[in-house]
Structure formats: C-alpha cells, structure tokens
C-alpha cells in the first residue's frame, strides 16, 4: 500500500468555524508533512513531524495546529481561518531516513468564506 | 541548498520521447537531484533521484552531466496523462537526521499534445 489518503477532499468553512483536517498512510512510514499550496503557485512546507514529534514548523499562524497521534495519523486543525487561507492542503509522508522521497495524497480543497 | 532553472513551459508530442532540462550550477557534492511531478489537482508525485550516476525506473531516466551542473529527465513515450508540472529539487540526502524540507520551485508545465 503506497498511498496516503486525506479526509475530507473538499471543505469550506466560516472565519469562526473549528474544523480538522486529516491524513493517514500505512507505509510505516516515521516522518510525515503538512504543505499548503496556492493556485498556480508551488506547495510550501508548513510542519514536519519526525518519530511523532514536530520537527519543523515554518512559522505558521497558531490558528493552524497539527497534531500527529500516532506514526499512521496526522491532523491539521484549523480555527479562526482567514480567506487568503483558501487553498489546497496537502499531507506527506516519508521514511524519515530518505526524507526527500515524499509520497503526496490528493489534498484538501479548503475554502474559508 | 543549491537554486535551480527549470524552462516555465514545454510542448511534447504523444509518443514521443519528452526531454525536461534543469540547470543546478551551485550543487554541492552531497546534494542529490530529484524530480516531482504534479497533475492537476492531485498532490506531487516522486518520479526519481541521482547523485551523479544516470538512473532509469519504471516511470523515466535521470541524465546528470559529468560535471553535475545540469540533469534532464526523460520520459520516453510521452502520453496524455504525463501533462504535468515538473519540478526539479535539488536536496543533500542526509540520514535519519535530514529534515525533509522539500523546496519546490516553479516547475517547469509539460502539456503532451495528440
């Protein structure tokens, strides 16, 4: 099994909403990633969790936490959101040994009205 | 973490054999080129990684020059549905402390004509 799934595919949330995002893989895989793309534009790391433990946060606005429950599981939890926090979230994983060899799931289509 | 220069758009016709160049002129000796890939409206996918050795998988080959300045990856029969962004990273592949930071750049857009 080589993927990564992410739940849900689509959500549009209000500014005062409190809604998770989720992402799983079952590759064994030890580091697993958070990344945020805008259209057109490239994706960008947001988080990276090694062994369960974060590892790099990219600055990222505190109405964004992640949260990694166990090595198959990682959630971003999103509260308070702005607009121009619309765009694709996508969630990664890897060994943590080769960390440059990602596999991506699909995504989340957030938009925040 | 060495730069690289991808074109911003090429054109392929299917079946043909598609030629994605990318200049990393700056690359250190520890610093592997690896290549990803975006469909549209799906998250990046791992296409293959080199030091310095031409590699080839299932998906296309990696070309690095003798003097690792530049790389083309080749897919050899180009279809519809290799339409992509491709994106050429250039990356030094610590162990188990490495911290994973992939930094995309532009990419170059790869539409595969009929």
């Known amino acids: 099994d080589t993927e990564v799934t992410q739940t849900p595919k689509h959500l549009v949330m209000g500014m005062t909403n409190k809604k998770s995002l989720k992402c799983e893989q079952h590759?064994?895989?030890?580091?697993m990633y958070w990344y945020k793309q805008k259209a057109k534009k490239p994706p960008e790391l947001m988080f990276v969790?090694?062994?369960?433990?974060?590892?790099i946060n990219e600055s990222v606005p505190s109405r964004f936490s992640p949260e990694c429950p166990n090595s198959s599981l990682l959630n971003l939890h999103l509260h308070a959101l702005q607009p121009e926090d619309s765009a694709l979230y996508l969630c990664?994983?890897?060994?943590?040994?080769?960390?440059?060899?990602?596999?991506f799931g699909p995504g989340t289509r957030l938009t925040v009205t | 973490d060495a730069k690289t220069t991808q074109p911003p758009s090429m054109d392929c016709a299917e079946g043909r054999a598609a030629n994605l160049p990318c200049n990393h002129s700056?690359?250190?000796?520890?610093?592997?080129v690896y290549w990803y890939r975006q469909i549209h409206s799906q998250g990046p996918q791992y296409i293959i990684h080199?030091?310095?050795n031409n590699e080839t998988n299932e998906m296309a080959s990696l070309i690095i020059t003798e003097d690792r300045k530049s790389s083309t990856l080749i897919l050899p029969h180009a279809t519809l549905r290799d339409t992509a962004v491709y994106y050429c990273?250039?990356?030094?592949?610590?162990?188990?402390?490495?911290?994973?930071?992939?930094?995309f750049g532009q990419g170059t857009t790869l539409q595969v004509k009929p």
């Open positions: 990664a994983s890897s060994h943590a040994g080769t960390a440059y060899e990602q596999y």
């Open positions: 590759m064994g895989h030890r580091a």
């Open positions: 969790y090694s062994y369960e433990k974060l590892s």
């Open positions: 700056t690359i250190s000796g520890n610093e592997y």
């Open positions: 080199g030091l310095k």
């Open positions: 990273i250039v990356r030094a592949r610590h162990g188990s402390g490495n911290t994973g930071k992939l930094i």
